[in-house]
């Protein structure tokens, strides 16, 4: 009952619990400005606009609507124009006698309206069609479309700017229209404004259009810089003008674009960063070519950061005399200003009173308070990119300690242990209690980012006691187990914190409770990481193959840096020091260029490389090593074949590098030796004879010397024989020239191919290959055959009058081969973490095969004699490229490779739209990407009907939109969609009309008389020219008769196969095309802004035309639309052994 009585008494400044919010008025009912605020007694509301003193209830034009705890005002205008004098910053005040809080500034802009625009240009030349859309908080999406709500055809030459505007690199006549409207779209509020169409007309150009080089239409100029901020997403932009269309290629000076947060759009008009990070920052370059010449702009992009907390004060209570220290700080890139304000009061404006100072980190120090202190204190932190405001209660308040615990407690403890005695107290200043024991204490814990910490408190009690109660705090503030988040989880005597973040960090207390007593103990919680990769890389002491290099270490992140490493170019480990040395001696090679990075390591990992340090170059010098593995493998007779290992281009210390081949006999040649030079291996020496020794040796040389003098070793030239290899080398003894008769010629070597794939029936029809050769010729290499095949091989004679009788067939088999890509691969997902494969087996195998080598990711998989596999466990948020290869014994085929992702399960559909007509309503939706399509219902009702409305059958989420039809016009209606019972959207629409027929026109008397009137004059005018054609009428069929043949009456010939005919042009323009008037084959919808995935496109295209304008069309439009996953196949045909060929391919 005191408790009660003391919460009740005690009374609470203003704090605001609903901030206003920066709103873009397209129509007068967008105009609405509310603030809620709690505090005791209720706050008192006044507002500010641009810093000056706004009453919105003075306003005739504002309605104000106030109640305990809020106030909104909204305006009573009919017109937009009215409007425009309200545009401006507004910030909220709450008040009461304990202090004023204020809210954030909201910004509040109105849209205006654009007149009709029309643009001439002449062929050839570029142009800008401005779509200008109007300033909003809210990122729009800009679609350029036609009277027939069909996207404008986007391409290299025709593309859309961040700014909205269409770009034209060069016009050509066909881009003549006056339809070209520019829609804008704002997902968050479900609205689209369609601007006025504008009128291009294109000149054509008296002569054929002069070629022109590239040139940047936007940006303009030749460097542009950015300063955007870290995390967000950055779009660089090149639009460019010339004829031909410019080719448009992105680089960074530098160093690499990264994969990773780096996208091309708009037909590489665009380099898109997601998530940009510090190491983003640097310069980047478009490049435009064609056939005129080159145009390049350079970016420079700095990253910076928009003010955030680091450290804010806590409202709290206080005792007259205390000291109050309130910590606020921040950081961000360029650094936050702190500046305070007192119930919105700034310092500066405020009587300076020697009891309060700030301090140089911002915090803010009141001395010996007193209850004139009670206020709310604001902390804002600001830099150019914006600012934060925190409002901060300190409440001075006097209140005598009281105990709360009973009195007359009988306490029971055991022999030798220590009594704790509880005592609950309130008061202000806080009454310090000290109790001191507790069994076993939490211990300290040092925890990575994103990992779980786990406390554990033990404690001993007496039974009789009962359960202790144990209650964790942090940083003395009292925890409870999460739900939401599961950020904290409470496990018997365990305290577990998940997915550990910097806020994390602090002191956690256990206090364990009894109704006797109390005792806590408390351990901190500190986050670790890898280290700060080290910076200032420093190059001392250079001598003739060493230098020393040093470095700055950099943060340890609260885990002592254990290991240092130094990279060279290539990133090659060249040693390891201590983390407490900060400077290395490395040995260098002869005739290289180095750069150096260092990577600190300490038991949390590696840090990133260090910046690269400044180039270093050594001089050259003589090589100190010769190549190693000298040998012969000599294969034709006659030959020595010298090979040895290549030396690394390390180890040529000098210009002009090759390598000193010298051979010589074992026996008979004394101690001369044969000498040439030669840059890579193998040297071979001819007319040496079979199979004799030789002494051989090679040395390195380069412009600054010789190695070192190498020791000979022992090879032999090749032997006599018969050559056979991987390819077919046949050896044959000539003829007798004077069985020739006549002028030899040479040998025909005549290779047949028996079959294909031996211990196999043949893929193909046998074919002879027929090689010549010269007459003095005696062996013949044959490449190119086929592996794992089977062949025969046959010589004859030849001379001017033909071919002598062939030799006896030779039969022979060639060796398995790996084999060719397999023919198909398509991937499918049956769940989340799911993905299951088909393929089929390659068209040529080359051999055996033995199963199959299935690479994903860093995982590999071989596979035995199947054709599908199912992978599970994967990651439902990433995106996977699988690499599968046929086996044979000879080894891994070609790789056929594709990429794709699991398919996720079903959710209703999102960005929900209902366009409205008298007796329907087009209700059109997005589906999620990646999900698979669920079934829902749209529920809808008049109010008087109550819950008693009517329920479409189930509608497909892949449909992208449904109409309502048989809806009684000017009646309220309510919407309801509902999936797996649940309703997840709501809607109340009005359908147009007044609800009453008008009597029509068409029933009318005199209506009817006139158009009898009409086909009674049609008729006799179809009598009269039947009489005239019946009596002999001329007609041109004469004349045509004996003008020229017609070209379908001449005699088709070869070469005018395919010609232009005038009479099928004619006879085509009377069939109007399927495609003209339909949605579903517009290329627009087939390929949104280069788009490949096509379901996904359309499906959007689809939802957006319809939003606009579309009330006619019902789902049938989009009937049998598949599932938006990435794995969705599209059109796919029946392969020869059945499995598909054809999928829808991420890359």
Same mark, same amino acid.
């Given at each position: 009952?005191?408790?009660?009585?003391?919460?009740?008494?005690?009374?609470?400044?203003?704090?605001?619990?609903?901030?206003?919010? &920066?709103?873009?008025?397209?129509?007068?009912?967008?105009?609405?400005?509310?603030?809620?605020?709690?505090?005791?007694?209720?706050?008192?509301?006044?507002?500010?606009? /641009?810093?000056?003193?706004?009453?919105?209830?003075?306003?005739?034009?504002?309605?104000?609507?106030?109640?305990?705890?809020?106030?909104?005002?909204?305006?009573?205008?009919?017109?937009?124009?009215?409007?425009? *004098?309200?545009?401006?910053?507004?910030?909220? =005040?709450?008040? #009461?006698?304990?202090?004023?809080?204020?809210?954030?500034?909201?910004?509040?802009?109105?849209?205006?309206?654009? %007149?009709?625009?029309?643009?001439?240009?002449?062929?050839? #030349?570029?142009?800008?069609?401005?779509?200008?859309?109007?300033?909003?908080?809210?990122?729009?999406?800009?679609?350029?479309?036609?009277?027939?709500?069909?996207?404008?055809?986007?391409?290299?030459?025709?593309?859309?700017? @961040?700014?909205?505007?269409?770009?034209?690199?060069?016009?050509?006549?066909?881009?003549?229209?006056?339809?070209?409207?520019?829609?804008?779209?704002?997902?968050?509020?479900?609205?689209?404004?369609?601007?006025?169409?504008?009128?291009?007309?294109?000149?054509?150009?008296?002569?054929?259009?002069?070629?022109?080089?590239?040139?940047?239409?936007?940006?303009?100029?030749?460097?542009?810089?950015?300063?955007?901020?870290?995390?967000?997403?950055?779009?660089?932009?090149?639009?460019?003008?010339?004829?031909?269309?410019?080719?448009?290629?992105?680089?960074?000076?530098?160093?690499?674009?990264?994969?990773?947060?780096?996208?091309?759009?708009?037909?590489?008009?665009?380099?898109?960063?997601?998530?940009?990070?510090?190491?983003?920052?640097?310069?980047?370059?478009?490049?435009?070519?064609?056939?005129?010449?080159?145009?390049?702009?350079?970016?420079?992009?700095?990253?910076?950061?928009?003010?955030?907390?680091?450290?804010?004060?806590?409202?709290?209570?206080?005792?007259?005399?205390?000291?109050?220290?309130?910590?606020?700080?921040?950081?961000?890139?360029?650094?936050?200003?702190?500046?305070?304000?007192?119930?919105?009061?700034?310092?500066?404006?405020?009587?300076?009173?020697?009891?309060?100072?700030?301090?140089?980190?911002?915090?803010?120090?009141?001395?010996?308070?007193?209850?004139?202190?009670?206020?709310?204190?604001?902390?804002?932190?600001?830099?150019?990119?914006?600012?934060?405001?925190?409002?901060?209660?300190?409440?001075?308040?006097?209140?005598?300690?009281?105990?709360?615990?009973?009195?007359?407690?009988?306490?029971?403890?055991?022999?030798?242990?220590?009594?704790?005695?509880?005592?609950?107290?309130?008061?202000?200043?806080?009454?310090?209690?000290?109790?001191?024991?507790?069994?076993?204490?939490?211990? %300290?814990?040092?925890?990575?980012?994103? #990992?779980?910490?786990?406390?554990?408190? *033990?404690?001993?009690?007496?039974?009789?006691?009962?359960?202790?109660?144990?209650?964790?705090?942090?940083?003395?503030? @009292?925890?409870?187990?999460?739900?939401?988040?599961?950020?904290?989880?409470?496990?018997?005597?365990?305290?577990?914190?998940?997915?550990?973040?910097?806020?994390?960090?602090?002191?956690?207390?256990?206090?364990?409770?009894?109704?006797?007593?109390?005792?806590?103990?408390?351990?901190?919680?500190?986050?670790?990481?890898?280290?700060?990769?080290?910076?200032?890389? *420093?190059?001392?002491?250079?001598?003739?193959?060493?230098?020393?290099?040093?470095?700055?270490?950099?943060?340890?992140?609260?885990?002592?840096?254990?290991?240092?490493?130094?990279?060279?170019?290539?990133?090659?480990?060249?040693?390891?020091?201590?983390?407490?040395?900060?400077?290395?001696?490395?040995?260098?090679?002869?005739?290289?260029? =180095?750069?150096?990075?260092?990577?600190?390591?300490?038991?949390?990992?590696?840090?990133?490389?260090?910046?690269?340090?400044?180039?270093?170059?050594?001089?050259?010098?003589?090589?100190?090593?010769?190549?190693?593995?000298?040998?012969?493998?000599?294969?034709?007779?006659?030959?020595?074949?010298?090979?040895?290992?290549?030396?690394?281009?390390?180890?040529?210390?000098?210009?002009?590098?090759?390598?000193?081949?010298?051979?010589?006999?074992?026996?008979?040649?004394?101690?001369?030796?044969?000498?040439?030079?030669?840059?890579?291996?193998?040297?071979?020496?001819?007319?040496?004879?079979?199979?004799?020794?030789?002494?051989?040796?090679?040395?390195?040389?380069?412009?600054?010397?010789?190695?070192?003098?190498?020791?000979?070793?022992?090879?032999?030239?090749?032997?006599?024989?018969?050559?056979?290899?991987?390819?077919?080398?046949?050896?044959?003894?000539?003829?007798?020239?004077?069985?020739?008769?006549?002028?030899?010629?040479?040998?025909?070597?005549?290779?047949?191919?028996?079959?294909?794939?031996?211990?196999?029936?043949?893929?193909?029809?046998?074919?002879?290959?027929?090689?010549?050769?010269?007459?003095?010729?005696?062996?013949?290499?044959?490449?190119?055959?086929?592996?794992?095949?089977?062949?025969?091989?046959?010589?004859?004679?030849?001379?001017?009058?033909?071919?002598?009788?062939?030799?006896?067939?030779?039969?022979?088999?060639?060796?398995?081969?790996?084999?060719?890509?397999?023919?198909?691969?398509?991937?499918?997902?049956?769940?989340?973490?799911?993905?299951?494969?088909?393929?089929?087996?390659?068209?040529?195998?080359?051999?055996?095969?033995?199963?199959?080598?299935?690479?994903?990711?860093?995982?590999?998989?071989?596979?035995?004699?199947?054709?599908?596999?199912?992978?599970?466990?994967?990651?439902?948020?990433?995106?996977?490229?699988?690499?599968?290869?046929?086996?044979?014994?000879?080894?891994?085929?070609?790789?056929?490779?594709?990429?794709?992702?699991?398919?996720?399960?079903?959710?209703?559909?999102?960005?929900?739209?209902?366009?409205?007509?008298?007796?329907?309503?087009?209700?059109?939706?997005?589906?999620?990407?990646?999900?698979?399509?669920?079934?829902?219902?749209?529920?809808?009702?008049? @109010?008087?009907?109550?819950?008693?409305?009517?329920?479409?059958?189930?509608?497909?989420?892949?449909?992208?939109?449904?109409?309502?039809?048989?809806?009684?016009?000017?009646?309220?209606?309510?919407?309801?969609?509902?999936?797996? #019972?649940?309703?997840?959207?709501?809607?109340?629409?009005?359908?147009?009309?007044?609800?009453?027929?008008?009597?029509?026109?068409?029933?009318?008397?005199?209506?009817?008389?006139?158009?009898?009137?009409?086909?009674?004059?049609?008729?006799?005018?179809?009598?009269?020219?039947?009489?005239?054609?019946?009596?002999?009428?001329?007609?041109?069929?004469?004349?045509?008769?004996?003008?020229?043949?017609?070209?379908?009456?001449?005699?088709?010939?070869?070469?005018?196969?395919?010609?232009?005919?005038?009479?099928?042009?004619?006879?085509?323009?009377?069939?109007?095309?399927?495609?003209?008037? &339909?949605?579903?084959?517009?290329?627009?919808?087939?390929?949104?802004?280069?788009?490949? %995935?096509?379901?996904?496109?359309?499906?959007?295209?689809?939802?957006?035309?319809?939003?606009?304008?579309?009330?006619?069309?019902?789902?049938?439009?989009?009937?049998?639309?598949?599932?938006?996953?990435?794995?969705?196949?599209?059109?796919?045909?029946?392969?020869?052994?059945?499995?598909?060929?054809?999928?829808?391919?991420? /890359?």
């Amino acid at each position: 009952c005191l408790t009660l009585v003391l919460v009740h008494a005690v009374k609470r400044p203003p704090v605001i619990t609903t901030q206003p919010e &920066s709103v873009t008025v397209f129509s007068i009912e967008d105009l609405v400005m509310s603030c809620e605020a709690s505090g005791n007694p209720p706050p008192k509301f006044r507002w500010t606009k /641009d810093g000056e003193e706004f009453d919105p209830g003075s306003d005739p034009e504002m309605k104000v609507t106030k109640d305990s705890g809020s106030f909104a005002f909204y305006t009573l205008s009919n017109t937009m124009d009215t409007l425009k *004098q309200y545009q401006g910053k507004y910030v909220c =005040y709450a008040s #009461n006698e304990l202090g004023t809080a204020m809210s954030n500034e909201a910004v509040l802009i109105t849209d205006g309206t654009t %007149a009709k625009v029309t643009e001439k240009a002449e062929e050839g #030349n570029s142009i800008v069609l401005k779509c200008n859309p109007p300033q909003s908080s809210m990122e729009p999406i800009i679609h350029w479309m036609d009277w027939k709500l069909l996207h404008i055809q986007l391409s290299e030459r025709v593309v859309v700017g @961040k700014d909205g505007s269409l770009y034209f690199a060069h016009l050509t006549t066909e881009d003549s229209r006056d339809d070209y409207t520019c829609n804008v779209q704002y997902l968050a509020t479900r609205t689209i404004l369609a601007k006025e169409p504008i009128t291009l007309t294109v000149n054509p150009s008296n002569s054929v259009p002069r070629n022109r080089r590239p040139h940047m239409m936007r940006p303009t100029g030749a460097h542009s810089t950015y300063h955007t901020l870290r995390g967000q997403t950055l779009e660089l932009e090149c639009i460019v003008q010339g004829l031909p269309t410019p080719k448009l290629l992105w680089v960074r000076k530098d160093g690499e674009l990264s994969e990773s947060r780096t996208t091309k759009e708009m037909f590489d008009r665009r380099l898109r960063f997601t998530n940009i990070s510090e190491t983003d920052g640097g310069e980047y370059q478009c490049i435009a070519e064609n056939s005129q010449g080159r145009a390049v702009h350079t970016y420079t992009v700095t990253v910076e950061a928009a003010p955030y907390w680091t450290k804010e004060p806590v409202s709290q209570l206080y005792a007259p005399g205390e000291t109050v220290r309130l910590d606020c700080q921040a950081d961000g890139i360029p650094t936050p200003t702190i500046s305070w304000t007192i119930n919105g009061i700034p310092l500066s404006e405020i009587d300076k009173d020697p009891r309060r100072r700030l301090t140089a980190s911002g915090s803010l120090i009141l001395e010996d308070v007193n209850f004139g202190d009670t206020a709310i204190y604001q902390c804002q932190a600001s830099n150019k990119h914006g600012a934060i405001l925190t409002n901060t209660n300190v409440y001075v308040i006097e209140l005598s300690p009281q105990i709360l615990t009973e009195d007359s407690n009988t306490y029971t403890f055991t022999e030798g242990q220590k009594a704790l005695l509880e005592c609950e107290t309130f008061g202000s200043p806080k009454p310090k209690v000290l109790w001191t024991v507790i069994l076993s204490p939490p211990q %300290a814990q040092k925890v990575q980012p994103g #990992n779980t910490a786990i406390f554990t408190c *033990q404690a001993l009690s007496d039974p009789r006691l009962g359960v202790p109660l144990i209650q964790w705090r942090k940083n003395d503030q @009292k925890l409870f187990e999460s739900h939401s988040d599961e950020k904290y989880t409470f496990e018997g005597e365990d305290l577990m914190v998940a997915n550990v973040g910097l806020d994390d960090e602090g002191v956690y207390t256990c206090q364990v409770i009894t109704k006797m007593d109390m005792a806590e103990a408390s351990a901190t919680l500190t986050l670790c990481d890898r280290p700060d990769p080290p910076s200032l890389l *420093q190059i001392s002491n250079p001598k003739h193959l060493s230098i020393t290099l040093s470095w700055t270490p950099g943060d340890d992140h609260n885990s002592p840096v254990q290991d240092q490493d130094s990279k060279e170019k290539g990133w090659e480990e060249l040693t390891k020091v201590r983390g407490d040395v900060e400077r290395a001696t490395l040995p260098l090679w002869a005739y290289m260029s =180095y750069r150096f990075r260092v990577i600190a390591i300490n038991e949390e990992g590696k840090s990133d490389p260090s910046k690269p340090s400044q180039i270093h170059i050594t001089p050259a010098q003589a090589p100190d090593s010769n190549p190693e593995d000298v040998r012969s493998e000599s294969e034709d007779p006659g030959t020595l074949l010298i090979t040895w290992q290549k030396m690394e281009q390390r180890q040529f210390g000098g210009p002009d590098f090759k390598y000193r081949v010298l051979w010589r006999r074992v026996v008979g040649s004394g101690p001369n030796w044969h000498m040439n030079y030669t840059t890579e291996p193998p040297f071979i020496v001819g007319d040496v004879g079979n199979f004799s020794a030789f002494d051989i040796k090679v040395q390195a040389v380069n412009e600054k010397g010789v190695g070192p003098e190498p020791d000979p070793v022992i090879g032999y030239s090749a032997e006599d024989g018969k050559i056979l290899s991987k390819v077919v080398l046949k050896q044959f003894s000539t003829i007798n020239k004077e069985t020739v008769r006549g002028h030899l010629l040479g040998y025909k070597v005549l290779l047949g191919s028996r079959s294909h794939h031996r211990h196999r029936r043949s893929l193909e029809s046998g074919s002879t290959t027929v090689v010549e050769t010269g007459p003095n010729e005696e062996r013949k290499v044959i490449s190119e055959l086929r592996p794992y095949s089977s062949y025969k091989l046959a010589v004859a004679v030849y001379n001017t009058k033909g071919e002598g009788p062939k030799s006896e067939p030779l039969p022979f088999d060639t060796n398995e081969g790996v084999p060719g890509r397999p023919m198909s691969l398509i991937l499918d997902s049956p769940s989340e973490t799911e993905i299951t494969l088909h393929w089929t087996p390659p068209d040529e195998p080359n051999g055996i095969l033995v199963g199959y080598l299935l690479q994903y990711q860093q995982s590999e998989h071989p596979l035995y004699f199947i054709t599908d596999l199912t992978l599970r466990n994967l990651d439902r948020h990433s995106h996977y490229r699988f690499y599968l290869r046929g086996r044979t014994d000879t080894g891994d085929g070609e790789p056929i490779t594709m990429r794709g992702a699991t398919t996720l399960d079903g959710a209703p559909p999102v960005n929900i739209s209902v366009s409205v007509g008298e007796n329907s309503a087009n209700v059109t939706w997005i589906a999620k990407k990646r999900h698979r399509s669920v079934d829902f219902q749209i529920q809808y009702f008049r @109010k008087k009907e109550g819950s008693k409305g009517k329920k479409t059958e189930k509608v497909n989420s892949s449909q992208s939109s449904h109409q309502l039809q048989g809806l009684t016009p000017g009646t309220h209606y309510w919407l309801h969609f509902i999936y797996n #019972n649940n309703t997840f959207y709501e809607v109340e629409i009005d359908t147009n009309g007044t609800g009453s027929v008008q009597p029509s026109f068409a029933t009318q008397g005199w209506f009817i008389g006139v158009v009898s009137a009409i086909v009674l004059l049609l008729l006799i005018l179809l009598i009269l020219c039947f009489i005239k054609r019946s009596k002999g009428g001329k007609y041109s069929v004469k004349d045509k008769e004996d003008g020229p043949m017609d070209s379908e009456a001449r005699p088709m010939k070869d070469e005018t196969f395919g010609e232009y005919s005038d009479l099928e042009e004619k006879r085509t323009a009377s069939q109007p095309s399927l495609c003209e008037e &339909s949605k579903l084959c517009s290329q627009d919808n087939l390929d949104f802004n280069g788009s490949s %995935a096509v379901t996904t496109e359309l499906n959007m295209d689809e939802s957006l035309a319809s939003q606009i304008s579309r009330p006619s069309e019902g789902p049938e439009a989009y009937h049998g639309l598949q599932d938006s996953s990435l794995l969705n196949p599209t059109n796919v045909p029946s392969a020869t052994n059945g499995m598909p060929n054809s999928v829808t391919i991420l /890359d």
